[in-house]
């Protein structure tokens, strides 16, 4: 095989490539945007090395600031609250695991209202979402919704 027959090959396998590239693309099968995770730490101290914009006080405002594809990392203690994931497609897991950190739901909550949960953990606007690593308890409802 000579050079021109070898560059002719090479040209065909670029152009198939493309080719395959172009119909992923058009099908949805590649993304057209690349999201950056931002993450977010969610402690009742203060934490080293993480910027206090990044550092809230609650779960719920964690998730309420956060994006497509962010993290919630949530550091050891007891959180009085309820969440709702919003539709919002984040991740939200514990530093230390489910003995560590706490999601209670003892919140008072009015439960004849609109506004009331239907769960300590509410997932409902067909979000992709993850949660893990925490203890999930009382509540005047049921637990994860």
């Not at 309820?82 to 739901?105: L, M, P, Q, R």
């Not at 909550?109 to 979000?127: C, L, Y």
Request: proline share 3%.
């Amino acid at each position: 095989m000579n050079t021109k027959q070898i560059m002719n090959k090479q040209r065909r396998i670029l152009f198939v490539c493309m080719l395959i590239s172009a119909l992923l693309f058009l099908s949805g099968s590649i993304p057209d945007t690349v999201y950056a995770a931002t993450e977010w730490h969610v402690a009742k101290y203060d934490i080293e090395d993480i910027s206090s914009q990044k550092r809230v006080t609650s779960i719920q405002a964690a998730i309420n600031a956060s994006g497509k594809g962010d993290i919630v990392w949530v550091h050891p203690g007891t959180y009085t609250e309820y969440i709702n994931f919003n539709g919002k497609n984040i991740t939200v897991k514990s530093v230390e695991g489910f003995e560590n950190t706490i999601i209670d739901g003892s919140y008072p909550f009015s439960t004849d209202t609109a506004e009331a949960p239907k769960g300590v953990v509410t997932f409902r606007g067909g979000e992709t979402a993850v949660l893990s690593g925490f203890t999930i308890t009382n509540g005047s409802v049921s637990g994860i919704y």
